[in-house]
């Protein structure tokens, strides 16, 4: 079940809070390949805002490739496949790691501790996608 939190009042837009928890419940396991995600007007209605918001995410999820849509039947999680080259994929995780190397510089944490940071967060990740099969 896909359980959507929005922080009205964040710098992030709600479309994109949309999309990002998407890809979280993806990769932790609560979405598995085929599953449907509720329609863009439950799930506007649900979270209480706009259903262009919900369509606009949804769009960005199925350009990613994440999720399919089926004329009449819905949305459903896509089977994962390699849309982005490798470099590309590279590309895409330096982005998100140069914002946390630095704020982590800035707090003061050696490279070991970030590094046994993700390591820990990754592996909760796993144990949690193992847990939800």
Known sequence: MLSIQITTGS????????????????ACGKLSVGD???SVRALAA?????????????????????VE???GRGYFVAERREIFTKAERTRR???MIQPLVSEAALLGFSGEEVLAMV???????????????
Do not use: C
Not at 16 to 25: D, K, L, P, S, Y
Not at 46 to 66: F, S
């Open 11 to 26: 710098d992030v837009p709600i479309f994109r809070q949309i999309v990002e928890q998407v890809r979280a419940a993806i």
């Open 36 to 38: 449907p995600l509720p």
């Open 46 to 66: 649900e979270i209480v805002v706009n259903h262009n918001t919900v369509a606009k995410a949804y769009a960005q999820l199925i350009r990613d490739g994440i």
């Open 69 to 71: 849509s089926h004329q």
């Open 93 to 95: 995780v330096n982005v």
């Open 119 to 133: 390591e820990k967060q990754f592996s909760k990740m796993v144990a949690s996608n193992q847990g939800n099969r």
